[in-house]
């Protein structure tokens, strides 16, 4: 089997996670979404994995964007919602509709935890071995299907109303 990960890590967790999924499936092709002009299409014989990571319970805006290059055929895909301790709300039904437009179809999601984006201490260390020791288990029933079906993901397609930072400066 062919496999490609496609991963937005502005802080370095959501890499952390995609490492190591592309180590247990043999070192497995790992492509940023770095830029919106990237064109990149996946066969149908190519399982994909998305991982985002998840801000106040929705992926970043800017992967709207991000995902117009990348193109599947019915392309079996498999959602990772990466967050900073708190929750992942909408995010994994979020990932799966986006997926579902650019022709991807899921076949599976998991949350995993990676250190909060504004306090480094949220979530320090993780994910951990014991983290990782989860991924591959996920992975390794994932990977010991003989065909993959089509899976709903948690959450509601109202996504959760995302403001932006609860943090607003204050005069003295």
Do not use: W
Not at 82 to 109: H, K, W
Not at 129 to 158: Q, R
Request: glycine share 10%.
């Amino acid at each position: 089997m062919k496999y490609a990960i496609f991963y937005f890590s502005p802080c370095g967790g959501t890499k952390t996670v995609a490492d190591i999924i592309s180590r247990e499936l043999g070192d497995a092709p790992m492509q940023e979404l770095t830029t919106p002009s990237m064109d990149t299409r996946i066969d149908k014989d190519t399982l994909t994995f998305f991982c985002f990571p998840v801000y106040g319970g929705r992926i970043p805006s800017p992967l709207y964007k991000r995902m117009d290059g990348v193109r599947g055929d019915r392309t079996p895909a498999v959602m990772v919602a990466v967050y900073g301790n708190r929750a992942v709300d909408d995010a994994l039904i979020e990932m799966s509709d986006l997926a579902r437009r650019q022709g991807f179809r899921t076949v599976g999601g998991c949350e995993m935890i990676a250190p909060h984006s504004l306090d480094r201490s949220i979530g320090a260390g993780r994910p951990d071995d014991g983290d990782a020791a989860k991924l591959k288990g996920f992975l390794k029933e994932l990977m010991a299907k003989e065909s993959f079906t089509t899976v709903a993901m948690p959450g509601s397609h109202d996504y959760r109303k995302y403001d932006g930072l609860p943090l607003r400066p204050v005069s003295g």
